[in-house]
Each structure stands twice: as C-alpha cells, then as structure tokens.
C-alpha cells in the first residue's frame, strides 16, 4: 500500500504563489506517475499536472500552463506543486494522486489507484 499525505494549502491573494507538498510512504519506489488534481465547489475532479517518476516528464493543464510547476524529489519520496501567479478560479481543493503501472491516460483520474486527503487552496480577489 501506499500512502500520500499533501500539506501546504491555504488562503492566498490573487496573483500570489503557494508551493504544496505531497509525502509519500509505503510502496512508493515502484510509481510510475504522480500528479495532482483538484475540485472546486460543484465541479469534478480535473487534472491539474503530473509527473513521471522515474524519467521526470513533466505534463500540465492547459489552464496552468506557465503558472505551475510540479517536481519531485526521489530520495525524498515527495512530490511538489509550486503555483505562481494564482487566480481565484485556482481555488479547490488539491490533490495528489499516484499510480503503480504505467496506464495509457496522464490526465485520466480514474486511473490514479492512490489518492491522498487533499488539502485547501484559495485564493481571494
């Protein structure tokens, strides 16, 4: 089993930044991508960006593009999201996700098998 826990939400203004950290326990040497996603108040889950971690590709939303920034650091089986320049439709809740095997969809949340309890980001016009 694998276990994600993320920290590093919060309330920020608008055109702020905000780093968020997901720590991962268990299994993690054997992942193949990690990402976060988020969900705001009355919409699904989306993807937000990913990685993957061995080779570190990087892949992102059209919508943060440019904005966000996702790392990881092995050793430290933890992974990052750096947010620049935020906009209050930034605001949800975020989440990391994880999976053990290589999959055919990045963006695709269905095929995430690890999840961690997300963590509050708002942002404030």
């Known amino acids: 089993q694998v276990q994600l826990v993320e920290s590093g939400g919060g309330l920020v203004q608008a055109g702020g930044s905000l780093s968020l950290s997901c720590a991962a326990s268990?299994?993690?040497?054997?992942?193949?991508?990690m990402g976060w996603f988020r969900q705001a108040p009355g919409k699904e889950r989306e993807f937000v960006a990913a990685?993957?971690?061995?080779?570190?590709?990087?892949y992102y939303a059209d919508s943060v593009k440019g904005r966000f920034a996702i790392s990881r650091n092995n050793a430290k089986n933890t992974l990052y999201l750096h947010m620049f320049s935020l906009k209050p439709e930034d605001t949800a809740i975020y989440y990391c996700?994880?999976?053990?095997?290589?999959?055919?969809?990045?963006?695709?949340?269905?095929?995430?098998?690890?999840w961690g309890q997300g963590t509050q980001v708002t942002i404030s016009s």
């Open positions: 990685v993957t971690w061995r080779l570190g590709s990087t």
């Open positions: 268990g299994r993690s040497f054997s992942m193949y991508v």
């Open positions: 996700a994880a999976r053990d095997y290589s999959g055919s969809s990045i963006t695709e949340r269905t095929e995430y098998n690890y």
